[in-house]
Nanobody, 120 residues
Framework: VQLQASGGGLVQAGGSLRLSCAASGHLFQIYTMGWFRQAPGKEREFVAAIIWNGGNTDYVDSVKGRFTISRDNAKNTVHLQMNSLKPEDTGVYYC??????????????WGQGTLVTVSS
């Protein structure tokens, strides 16, 4: 599986961005899809995931109510709608895929990352 993330950019605090991740290959529906981010000088952290079977979602507490993850199995894509952005949301966002895993499981495939910068 190859993953291509896009949609990052520079936005003012309070603004919105929509990230997309396109997956190549087949059997997209067996993969839990996740978004992670890495801020400058910090470790990569889990942001959100949508489970392979049924589409249940999981979010880190800091983005609950502001971010929404969704998937389109027909188009092999996953999106992360980010609203009410804060400067602390700044970082490189990565999409990831793991077959048959839970939201916090081990992801085997990673995209190249897209930079999100939120100015105050």
């Amino acid at each position: 599986v190859q993953l291509q993330a896009s949609g990052g950019g520079l936005v003012q605090a309070g603004g919105s961005l929509r990230l997309s991740c396109a997956a190549s290959g087949h059997l997209f529906q067996i993969y839990t899809m996740g978004w992670f981010r890495q801020a400058p000088g910090k470790e990569r952290e889990f942001v959100a995931a949508i489970i392979w079977n049924g589409g249940n979602t999981d979010y880190v507490d800091s983005v609950k109510g502001r971010f929404t993850i969704s998937r389109d199995n027909a188009k092999n894509t996953v999106h992360l709608q980010m609203n009410s952005l804060k400067p602390e949301d700044t970082g490189v966002y990565y999409c990831a895929a793991g077959a048959y895993i839970g939201s916090r499981g081990k992801y085997d495939y990673w995209g190249q990352g897209t930079l999100v910068t939120v100015s105050s």
